[in-house]
DNA sequence: CGCAATATTGACAAGCGTCAACTTCGGTGG
DNA sequence: CCACCGAAGTTGACGCTTGTCAATATTGCG
């Protein structure tokens, strides 16, 4: 992870908003003690690069709040991206040396960081920690999967309404609740970082999200808030079937 | 794991042509011998359903030999291929009660399959069956991850020399050897099923075959074998950078 | 040898990308 | 508080890649 970001104060695990989401969920008292005393929060802006594909990795980390993307990039610029993560969701590979991709802060983002050799060590020693990591990295393999769906098969239209589904889960689900009726989701990426997720270019977003509205599938407050009057239109405008199943 | 499969009389670990690479690899003699108690071989023919979506899973496995496919339908019958297992890979997830994908064999296959219980209880107590389980998790969703790029952002024609490249390159592993210059590579796929691996119509995937083949990228030999005269031009197709990365 | 499954090829159309012009947003400084 | 400016987003015209539908060829198996 590069300079550039802000090092704050250590806070208490206890009351750490992802306390019970995180890789260290399952831990007790004692275990958090000992994470306390050698994790660092790091904030950075929206916008700045948290480490290249190439860099040195010399950390681990969980999303506390904000939102981050993982890109892959081919020579000629043509851009994926291969990971977006939030809150509660864990950043980097145990046992790597060089990061693989490059992890950009898509909005204001906080990190609560280790150093990568000894949260290694941890792995080995504390098997709470072990197993909600395999738990954790089982379910972002899921995510991969519906995501390889998505770019496979799945219609400009269609994609745009499976990303604003997936928003809205993920934002209903932090606080506790099941998306339905009405709902305000925040879109916390561009047009152009949607278009990167989605295997689209910006302007098919862009031209999709009008058609959307135009519907009134979504309404627009702003750029970046949308509004969905019905979730259940959305979903069915997404290609998925009703539920969204009960994984996790 | 459902019925018709051929069930065969056990086999030493010892000796197992995955011993090395699978969830097993860094088991001692005394575990494997506890392993080898409660594993089952099943066989499968090219085509057969191993299991279905939605069915309950009891079982875990490792492909020992032939090739796997998970795929995930939409209810209008569009299909996306979302994992392609190849021998020593790991099959089905510790703690889910019921297949969230359609596993097929696509060709004929044998799995060393154990009951999942008793499976999730072992990885509970010995670490060095989670910590592999791990690592082939995280190894996964760094290909799934090359795989998004590859469904997200590549042309028909890069996306039939990437897969070609990746089979290249597992056959060659399982060989201890680099692929370069004139090499020989199977193709356990259909064009039905390469389609469905990389987003295609089955027919762009036979047009694409043609072009690669007119311009003497590859040579085929039957239906399922393909000749690559000189593995870096391919690799060049691909849109990859060279080397293939020091990856596993 | 014949049949069904698999693969190839062609003609055409649709969806999305490209290039370009224009508009809106949001923050900064006068 | 408002005017300005650059960044972000929208819209249009057009063309290319890939999908669709259909006919034909090839393969492998009984």
Same mark, same amino acid.
């Given at each position: 992870?590069?300079?550039?970001? /802000?090092? !704050? =104060?250590?806070?208490?695990?206890?009351?750490?908003?992802? @306390?019970?989401? /995180?890789?260290?969920?399952?831990?007790?008292?004692?275990?958090?003690?000992? #994470?306390?005393?050698?994790?660092?929060?790091?904030?950075?802006?929206?916008?700045?690069?948290?480490?290249?594909?190439?860099?040195?990795?010399?950390?681990?980390?969980?999303?506390?709040s904000?939102?981050?993307?993982?890109?892959?990039?081919?020579?000629?610029?043509?851009? $994926?991206?291969?990971?977006l993560?939030?809150?509660?969701? !864990?950043?980097? +590979?145990?046992?790597?040396?060089?990061?693989?991709?490059?992890?950009?802060?898509?909005?204001?983002?906080?990190?609560?960081?280790?150093?990568?050799?000894?949260?290694?060590?941890?792995?080995?020693?504390?098997?709470?920690?072990?197993?909600?990591? %395999?738990?954790? *990295?089982?379910?972002?393999l899921?995510?991969?999967?519906?995501?390889?769906?998505?770019?496979g +098969?799945?219609s400009? +239209?269609?994609?745009? =309404?499976?990303?604003l589904?997936?928003?809205? @889960?993920r934002?209903?689900? %932090?606080?506790?609740? $099941?998306?339905?009726?009405?709902?305000?989701?925040?879109?916390?990426? *561009?047009?152009? /970082? &949607?278009?990167?997720?989605?295997? #689209?270019? #910006?302007?098919?977003?862009?031209? $999709? &999200?009008?058609?959307?509205?135009?519907?009134?599938?979504?309404?627009?407050?702003?750029?970046?808030?949308?509004?969905?009057?019905? !979730?259940?239109? %959305?979903?069915?405008?997404?290609?998925?079937?009703?539920?969204?199943?009960p #994984?996790?």
């Amino acid at each position: 992870m590069t300079a550039n970001a /802000a090092i !704050f =104060a250590t806070q208490s695990c206890e009351i750490c908003p992802i @306390r019970y989401r /995180a890789v260290c969920a399952r831990c007790e008292r004692d275990e958090l003690a000992e #994470l306390e005393s050698v994790k660092i929060y790091r904030r950075y802006a929206a916008g700045q690069t948290v480490s290249w594909a190439g860099d040195r990795m010399d950390m681990v980390a969980s999303v506390v709040s904000g939102v981050a993307s993982l890109t892959q990039q081919m020579e000629d610029g043509r851009t $994926q991206m291969v990971g977006l993560l939030l809150p509660s969701d !864990f950043l980097g +590979r145990p046992g790597r040396e060089v990061a693989a991709y490059t992890v950009t802060a898509a909005s204001e983002l906080l990190l609560c960081c280790f150093r990568r050799k000894p949260f290694e060590e941890l792995l080995r020693s504390n098997p709470r920690i072990a197993g909600r990591l %395999l738990e954790m *990295t089982l379910d972002e393999l899921d995510a991969a999967r519906d995501w390889l769906l998505l770019l496979g +098969r799945k219609s400009a +239209r269609e994609k745009i =309404a499976s990303l604003l589904t997936i928003l809205a @889960r993920r934002e209903a689900a %932090l606080n506790l609740r $099941q998306p339905e009726g009405r709902i305000a989701v925040d879109l916390p990426l *561009t047009r152009e /970082a &949607m278009a990167d997720y989605l295997g #689209l270019t #910006l302007e098919t977003v862009s031209r $999709q &999200m009008s058609a959307l509205k135009r519907d009134g599938v979504i309404e627009l407050d702003g750029k970046r808030r949308v509004v969905i009057p019905l !979730f259940g239109r %959305l979903v069915s405008e997404s290609g998925d079937d009703a539920d969204g199943g009960p #994984l996790s």
